[in-house]
């Protein structure tokens, strides 16, 4: 496996393009297309929410009847959620458009939408800004990155990342691109991720490849402990490689799950280090476990304490907070047997060994929390599992965003 240059466009027969239709922002993209030369195998995974946004409806739709999908058109700025049998009428008059637009069939258009909850789609905004990306959409890498910033809401900069691998001889491509900053604790935050390849793959294949990859990558996440209602996670098969066909359970498929796993670890690690307001990427490693739901709900359990987040952002050694969040996260552990680890660039050092403070110096310690990416290791000592999750600092400035994010 080998990184390649781009996103969703790296992927042999994609197509993407960006444009500005005006539906929330001013002087800034808000809209995006990814389109496949040919129709694609599709796959996907979505918010456990009850309240879920009618394009997550339609999506879901979609991926279950089987059809071959072939485009998907995203907004940013109106999440169109809680919007009634007229949000999801709309998401209908998208596909109708698009597939119009792109000589394709609407059955195959898929919908993702983030931003404000509550307000309707200015369908005709969207309507004729369709247009304007069917008439933009190329292959170019560059406007594979351009579609990944008009998906962008409160992001500080795109994400997309895209690898290779080898298959019986042909070589497969796999982009993806994806946004997420606040209201971000996937459960399948507002996150949307679309990955594109152009591997041969069965439809079940596919599927489990995702499924079984999110519970380890997006779900091992969290901003601000706000599941949304948008949360999507597309993936495309269109077959341009001509690779053979990758069946579930086989070496083919184990290599096509790993570098799938590796865009989607990258990308989420992405989404929570751009949380709001955010000046660090907060990891967390629960070692020695038992098993890995333990290992899991330990490590979620820490990144998630808003106390052990502000204690990251004011670079504070505070490891009772990480003690603490250990013992309501309902897995069962000795806390007399716990050590603590605080580790960057700057630096390793220990601060609890069997569940008590050891010596530590808090000027080393405050000059390894000052880093950009920070990372709390916590040994259980009950076995050789282990789980990693990704959340970040609490600041001032998530506030201040969130404060007035509608206006």
């Not at 485009?71 to 109708?96: H, L, Q, R, W």
């Not at 309902?330 to 605080?342: H, I, R």
Request: charged share 20%; net charge negative; proline share 2%.
């Amino acid at each position: 496996m080998k990184q390649v240059k781009g996103g969703v466009t790296a992927a042999k027969g994609f197509e993407a393009a960006s444009t500005a239709a005006g539906i929330k922002y001013k002087d800034r993209t808000d809209m995006a297309l990814v389109y496949s030369q040919v129709p694609c195998v599709a796959a996907g995974t979505f918010t456990t929410n009850v309240v879920k946004a009618a394009p997550v409806k339609w999506d879901q739709q979609v991926v279950k009847s089987g059809a071959k999908a072939q485009a998907v058109v995203v907004n940013s700025g109106i999440a169109n959620a809680c919007t009634g049998a007229e949000g999801f009428g709309y998401c209908k008059d998208t596909a109708d458009a698009a597939a119009k637009a792109l000589n394709i069939s609407a059955d195959g258009v898929l919908i993702g939408s983030t931003g404000v909850i509550g307000k309707q789609i200015p369908i005709d905004k969207l309507t004729v800004g369709i247009k304007v990306l069917a008439g933009k959409k190329n292959d170019t890498l560059e406007n594979g990155t351009e579609a990944a910033k008009a998906i962008m809401t409160t992001d500080t900069f795109p994400k997309e990342l895209a690898v290779a691998i080898e298959v019986g001889g042909k070589t497969v491509t796999i982009g993806g691109m994806a946004k997420g900053s606040g209201m971000i604790h996937p459960n399948m935050c507002t996150m949307l991720a679309f990955i594109t390849t152009d591997a041969v793959i069965t439809k079940d294949a596919l599927q489990k490849a995702l499924s079984e990859d999110v519970g380890d990558t997006y779900n091992m996440i969290s901003v601000d402990g706000d599941t949304s209602t948008n949360d999507s996670v597309v993936l495309l098969a269109n077959g341009m490689a001509e690779n053979p066909e990758i069946t579930y359970g086989t070496e083919d498929y184990k290599n096509f799950a790993e570098a799938l796993h590796t865009i989607n670890e990258y990308l989420a690690k992405k989404i929570a280090g751009d949380g709001e307001g955010a000046t660090a990427l907060f990891e967390v490693k629960a070692v020695g476990c038992e098993s890995v739901e333990q290992a899991k709900t330990l490590a979620k359990s820490i990144v998630c304490s808003n106390l052990t987040k502000t204690a990251i952002a004011g670079h504070d050694a505070n490891w009772g907070r990480i003690l603490c969040a250990m013992g309501y996260s309902g897995a069962q552990f000795d806390p007399e047997k716990v050590d603590l680890f605080f580790e960057s660039k700057a630096g390793k050092i220990q601060i609890i060994e069997n569940g008590t403070a050891v010596d530590y110096s808090e000027a080393e310690a405050t000059k390894i929390l000052s880093e950009t990416e920070v990372t709390a290791i916590a040994d259980v000592k009950m076995g050789d599992k282990t789980a990693t999750a990704w959340g970040c600092d609490l600041t001032h400035g998530y506030i201040e965003i969130n404060a007035d994010y509608r206006s």
